[in-house]
C-alpha cells in the first residue's frame, strides 16, 4: 500500500482444513488477518482488485449473518413472490454490514434480520 507504515498487520493465522484450488492442484489454506488499524483493512479490501487472480479476499462474517446473508438471497431468488425482484440485490459492505438496496426505486436498507428482508420487498 502507498504510505502505509512497514507493520500494519498485527497477526496472521492459518484457519481451517488445507484444500487443492479448482483445477491446478495446488494447496491452499484459509489465512485470517488482523490489521493493526481499520483504515489500513479498509486500504487493503478497497485495493483487492488490484491483487492476483489467485488470491480471494473476503471479509469474514459471524455464523449469525452469513445464515442471514443466505437467507436474505433465497427469499429474493424465491420464485414465491408475488412480484418481480429482478432489481433487488443483497451484498455484503466493506463494514461486514449485510444491505439489500432496490435499483429501479433507489432504495436501500441495512438489514439485521429476515423481517427487515421482507418488509424491504413489501412496499
Known sequence: MDDAPIHIIDRAHR????????????????????????????RFY???SKLDKKYKVRIDLTK???????????????K???KKVNDVYVFVDINCRIKIVD?????????????????????
Open 15 to 42: 484457519i481451517g482444513p488445507v484444500y487443492e484450488r479448482f483445477g491446478d492442484k495446488k494447496k491452499c489454506q484459509t489465512v485470517l488477518v488482523k490489521f493493526t488499524n481499520f483504515s489500513y483493512r479498509t
Open 80 to 82: 414465491s413472490l408475488s
Open 103 to 123: 435499483t429501479s426505486r433507489e432504495e436501500e436498507q441495512f438489514v439485521e434480520s429476515i423481517d427487515d428482508v421482507k418488509n424491504f420487498l413489501a412496499y
Open 64 to 78: 449469525e449473518n452469513y445464515g442471514l446473508f443466505k437467507e436474505a438471497i433465497t427469499i429474493i431468488n424465491s
Open 46 to 48: 478497497r485495493k483487492r
